[in-house]
């Protein structure tokens, strides 16, 4: 089945510097990658996606890389603001029981520091 | 537009009781996705239920564990006989059509086995 690796678990900036954090995943035939933002409390709010058809993707100061031939993919934050602060979580859809099953990384703890 | 809506927000209930969570997708949404979140952990697939079709439940951690989806709206998870490894926070997503499609969560019903 599908693997979905995620580092680091923590991540400490200074307001205003980049954050990065980075996934792989196993099965090839993963082809959706969505990365998510939770807050204390919250359910997990979908922040940026990517297709397997492109190789980056950018929403303002997100972006979001994909390496298909690695098989890895990151999550950009450039400018960070206190309100970042938050547990990202990348996932990898699976195909192998049905139409397709998000499959998780076990989230990185943002802190931005101002 | 409304979110995914689920309720009851917390449930607090003794080892042995059963419990049922409920989910309502958003509107017009075919395809329906029940996760569970353990304290401090990444998301854990359950069950994937796609308009009339079966559902998969090959997430499902055990036969105590069981869902439905009425009229292709409404879901309800049941968990008969809780035992404290079942606390958790139970979220559920709705998504278009499935098939790679962004899923949308609600903000999960936190369930305490004492």
């Known amino acids: 089945g599908e693997n979905v690796e995620q580092h680091p678990s923590t991540l400490s900036v200074q307001e205003g510097d980049s954050a990065v954090i980075k996934c792989t995943y196993s099965?090839?035939?993963?082809?959706?990658f969505p990365w998510y933002k939770q807050e204390l409390g919250k359910g997990p709010q979908l922040i940026i996606d990517?297709?397997?058809?492109?190789g980056e993707k950018k929403d303002q100061r997100i972006a979001v890389t994909l390496n298909k031939t690695a098989k890895h993919f990151s999550l950009h934050i450039t400018e960070t603001q206190p309100e970042d602060s938050a547990v990202y979580f990348c996932?990898?859809?699976?195909?192998?029981?049905?139409?397709?099953?998000?499959?998780f990384g076990k989230g990185t703890k943002l802190s931005v520091k101002p | 537009g409304a979110g995914v809506s689920q309720s009851p927000s917390n449930k607090v209930t003794e080892k042995g009781k059963d419990v049922e969570l409920r989910c309502d997708p958003i509107?017009?949404?075919?395809?329906l996705y029940w996760y569970r979140q353990s304290l401090g952990q990444g998301l854990e697939f359950l069950i994937y239920?796609?308009?009339?079709?079966?559902?998969?439940k090959s997430g499902l951690p055990s036969d105590r564990f069981s869902a439905e989806r009425t009229g292709g709206s409404v879901s309800t998870l049941t968990i008969q006989r809780t035992q404290q490894e079942d606390s958790a926070v139970y979220l559920c997503?709705?998504?278009?059509?499935?098939?790679?499609?962004?899923?949308?969560f609600g903000d999960g019903t936190r369930l305490s086995i004492l």
């Open positions: 990517i297709r397997s058809n492109v």
């Open positions: 239920f796609q308009g009339n079709s079966a559902p998969d």
């Open positions: 099965d090839s035939a993963s082809n959706y």
């Open positions: 997503a709705s998504s278009r059509t499935g098939q790679g499609q962004p899923q949308h």
């Open positions: 509107s017009g949404h075919t395809a």
């Open positions: 996932a990898a859809i699976y195909y192998g029981g049905s139409q397709g099953n998000l499959i």
